[in-house]
C-alpha cells in the first residue's frame, strides 16, 4: 500500500524558515512534487524533483532559493526547505509522487498524495 504521510506544518511569522517532511513508503517513484492550496484558492504547483535528483524546478513565486526540495536518500524523506516565509504561502501542502521519471508540474501528473500539512505564515 502506498503511503505519503506529511509533516512538519505550523505557524510561523514573515521571515521564518520551515522545512517540510513527507515520509513516503509502498512503492519506488520516479519523481515527486509539492503542491498548496492556500483557502479559497486551487491548489497550485510548489516544486518538483526526480527521485534521483538534479532536475528540481519551482514555481516563479517560489524561486532564488526561497524554497528548495530535495529528498533524504537513507531516510526515503522528501522534503521541502522554505526560508524566508511570506504570508501568501500560507495554505496546506501537499507532496505528491509518481512512477515517472519526470518532475511535472501538473496536478494530474501525480498519482499519489498525502493528506497534507498547514503552514501558517503571520505577518
Known amino acids: 500500500q502506498v503511503q505519503l504521510v506529511e509533516s512538519g506544518g505550523g505557524v510561523v511569522q514573515a521571515g521564518d524558515s520551515l522545512r517540510l517532511s513527507c515520509t513516503a513508503s509502498g512503492r519506488t517513484f520516479g519523481s515527486y512534487a509539492w503542491f498548496r492550496q492556500a483557502p479559497g484558492k486551487e491548489r497550485e504547483f510548489v516544486a518538483a524533483n526526480t527521485w534521483r535528483g538534479g532536475a528540481a524546478r519551482y514555481a516563479d513565486s517560489v524561486k532564488g532559493r526561497r524554497f528548495s526540495i530535495f529528498r533524504d536518500n537513507i531516510k526515503n524523506t522528501l522534503l521541502l526547505q522554505m526560508n524566508s516565509l511570506k504570508p501568501e504561502d500560507t495554505g496546506v501542502y501537499y507532496c505528491?509522487?509518481?512512477?515517472?521519471?519526470?518532475?511535472?508540474?501538473?496536478?494530474?501528473?501525480?498519482?499519489?498524495w498525502g493528506r497534507g500539512t498547514q503552514v501558517t505564515v503571520s505577518s
Open positions: 505528491a509522487a509518481a512512477p515517472s521519471s519526470r518532475p511535472l508540474t501538473g496536478e494530474g501528473d501525480y498519482v499519489y
